[in-house]
């Protein structure tokens, strides 16, 4: 049998990552400094750890209720409601997923028949569009523009919305690059969307990551809030990547929906992890906050460090990203990332991961220690000025 | 500019410019700040946090507790007072609870420390009580962990 013939063309037609080749390098080059991993550096804050291991301790070593323990259901509502001053029920809406990732994935197959459109503003998370074209939609890019410091804008929504689209991913604080909505720009979309039958699948895991001024939630607009999912997770708010948390609110119906695919392919989330998850959401804000702290911090060395060598870097303002552009070297994203590799050994992700459109930027994280974040940008430097 | 106090709490090593950049403040801005918390004693020092087992010194600390009969009108001020002007003495604290003060005692040998114990403070007019506990390890000061790996061994993934 020749297996390769056996695999589905669907997934034939979804192409390996660009930047794998790329990666192989980094993972075989020990001694490199890298700004390419996208999570906290922080550890999970202790009492969330205690709590998970106390759990183990205890025995609690079952299944959970495939929504998820009700009450980390119920603290999630608490949550988002005293943060992004959204009300959902824990009954019959909300999923506790495993990590935002599942939460994309069964979405998307529960919204989307072949041949509906799915907009997804790029550059983005590698994520969603494999997710969208493995459920079977077309995939509509929306280049977002440095101009606009990478936001969405009303004029760029209404061009790539046609009569087949079901589907707008909403990605801010944005991965890959620091892109926040602020209230004014969501203003502007919503006005756009209010009429439409669209919904709107708001990827808010970056939401406690915003420097400068609170993240605002599409879903707490009422016009938009039955129209909106929303998507959040432990991940990147309580530095708690490994235990692959995520959650998602929404419409009771597009929930129950959801509810089958996540109860039938997934089954429950792990159930470690959402004891520590309780803990969490009750006693960690002030981590949160001592975090977001940190990350700015670095932020504002990593995007003084850019300028300075003469990269051109809008201030992002949310996630734990920048996007600096690299077009004045004359090289493009993927040469500058090689040959900054293997000369300085200094691992950045060419911006073209994230989309055609990233082209002549790079992604360099900032969940990095200082010294190391210092240590990069001095190298970077080094090898910008012998270009 | 409390940020200012806490980034060097941690870090005394911060340069002002890498301050300034860290909060978006200008570098003058935060010299005068720094100055104005020297000049009214709000930053005491810069003091290195140092895991002498690690280098051979042989030191031992201790945990002094100390019941006091207080002054009347001066507390126990007069008395902590005589104890923390000896430089053996590295911390000196007044307590709630089962008794009254807290002396930190460093020196070479348990029984210099005793002997610091015995003719110095137990002597001591008001001092009714001591007890001495010699420290045996140290797990964790100043809110840093001595044993903790700070090597970052994340891997890289494809995001």
């Given at each position: 049998m020749n297996m390769s013939e056996m695999i589905s063309p669907t997934i034939k037609g979804i192409p390996p990552s660009g930047i794998r080749k790329f990666f192989d390098l980094v993972n075989e080059m020990k001694d490199a400094i890298s700004l390419?991993?996208?999570?906290?550096?922080?550890?999970?804050?202790w009492n969330v750890r205690e709590a998970g291991i106390y759990s183990l301790e205890k025995g609690h070593t079952h299944y959970s209720p495939n929504a998820g323990f009700m009450e980390l259901r119920v603290e999630i509502c608490k949550y988002l409601s005293r943060k992004y001053n959204v009300d959902y029920n824990p009954k019959n809406q909300v999923i506790v997923t495993v990590g935002g990732s599942e939460a994309i994935d069964i979405a998307l197959r529960s919204l989307v028949s072949p041949g509906d459109e799915v907009i997804i503003p790029e550059?983005?998370?590698?994520s969603y569009k494999p997710c969208a074209i493995l459920a079977g939609a077309k995939p509509v890019t929306l280049n977002l523009r440095v101009e606009d410091e990478f936001r969405l804008t009303p004029e760029l929504l209404e061009k790539a919305i046609?009569?087949?689209?079901k589907v707008l991913i909403l990605p801010f604080p944005?991965?890959?690059?620091g892109a926040i909505m602020t209230k004014e720009d969501l203003d502007k979309i919503v006005d756009v969307l209010k009429d439409k039958n669209i919904v709107v699948l708001s990827?808010?895991?970056?939401?406690?990551?915003?420097?400068g001024g609170k993240h605002i939630s599409i879903a707490s607009y009422p016009e938009m809030k039955d129209k909106t999912l929303m998507i959040n997770g432990f991940s990147k708010s309580y530095a708690m990547?490994?235990?692959r948390l995520g959650y998602t609110c929404g419409h009771p119906d597009l929930i129950a929906a959801m509810y089958k695919i996540h109860q039938y392919a997934?089954?429950?989330?792990?159930t470690t992890a959402q004891y520590a998850a309780v803990e969490a959401l009750k006693n960690s804000d002030s981590d949160i906050q001592m975090m977001n702290r940190e990350y700015n911090r670095r932020r504002r060395v990593m995007v003084d460090g850019f300028r300075k060598i003469g990269l051109d870097c809008f201030e992002p303002l949310g996630a734990f990203y920048v996007f600096p552009c690299i077009k004045s070297t004359g090289l493009n994203s993927e040469q500058f990332c090689e040959r900054l590799l293997s000369e300085e050994k200094v691992a950045i992700i060419p911006?073209?991961?994230?989309?055609?459109?990233?082209?002549?930027f790079i992604r360099a994280c900032y969940a990095y220690s200082t010294e190391n974040i210092i240590e990069a940008l001095k190298r970077v430097g080094k090898f910008v000025n012998s270009l | 500019m409390e940020e200012i106090l806490e980034l060097l709490e941690n870090?005394?090593?911060?340069s002002e410019e890498q301050i300034a950049v860290m909060l978006g403040k200008t570098v003058e801005e935060v010299h005068e700040t720094i100055k104005k918390f020297e000049d009214e004693n709000v930053i005491l020092g810069y003091n290195t946090l140092i895991n002498w087992e690690k280098t051979g010194k042989e030191d031992v600390t201790a945990l002094i507790e100390l019941k006091v009969t207080p002054q009347r009108g001066e507390g126990f001020d007069k008395v902590a007072e005589r104890i923390y002007?000896?430089?053996?003495?590295?911390a000196c604290y007044l307590m709630s609870?089962?008794?009254?003060i807290t002396v930190i005692v460093e020196g070479k040998t348990m029984k210099q420390v005793a002997l610091f114990v015995a003719?110095?403070?137990?002597?001591?007019?008001?001092?009714?009580s001591t007890a001495t506990h010699f420290v045996l390890?140290?797990?964790?000061d100043k809110g840093t962990?001595?044993?903790?790996?700070?090597?970052?061994?994340r891997e890289a993934i494809i995001l």
């Open positions: 390419s991993i996208g999570e906290p550096d922080f550890v999970t804050p550059p983005s998370y590698v046609t009569p087949k689209t944005n991965n890959p690059t990827d808010e895991i970056y939401a406690e990551l915003t420097y990547t490994g235990w997934i089954m429950c989330s792990p911006g073209t991961a994230f989309g055609e459109c990233g082209e002549g | 870090n005394s090593k911060l002007r000896y430089p053996q003495v590295k609870g089962g008794f009254d003719q110095k403070l137990a002597p001591l007019e008001h001092v009714l390890k140290k797990y964790k962990i001595f044993e903790e790996k700070t090597k970052d061994d």
